[in-house]
C-alpha cells in the first residue's frame, strides 16, 4: 500500500513548502493502516493532502484549512473521522 504524490519529492524547490510531512494513520485496533501526506505551499492558507484511512482503505485527497484541534479529516468512502497527530510545527508560537 503506497501513498501516490501529485508531485515528485526530487522536484520540491527549497521554500517552495512552508509545511511537507508525511504520517502512518491507525486504526481503532492500533493498527497502521494508513498513510497521510500534508503540505502547504507557502503563502497559502490551505493544507492540501493525500490519505489512505486505516479505516477502508480508501484512497482520497484535498484541501481544507483546519481550524480546530485535534485536525480530523472526513473520509469520504467510510464517513469516518480521521484524526491526524499532532502537526509538529504548532503550538510554537504560544508558550505557557
Ligand atoms: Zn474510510
Redesign the pocket.
Known sequence: MELKLPFDLKDVKPGEFSYLTKRILTNREGEET?KLFIWRKTGEEEYNYVMI??????E?GGATVFTRRPYRIR??????S?VIPKLKNEGKKKKK
Open positions: 494508513g484511512c486505516p479505516y477502508c482503505g480508501g482520497q473520509c469520504s468512502k467510510c464517513d469516518k480521521v
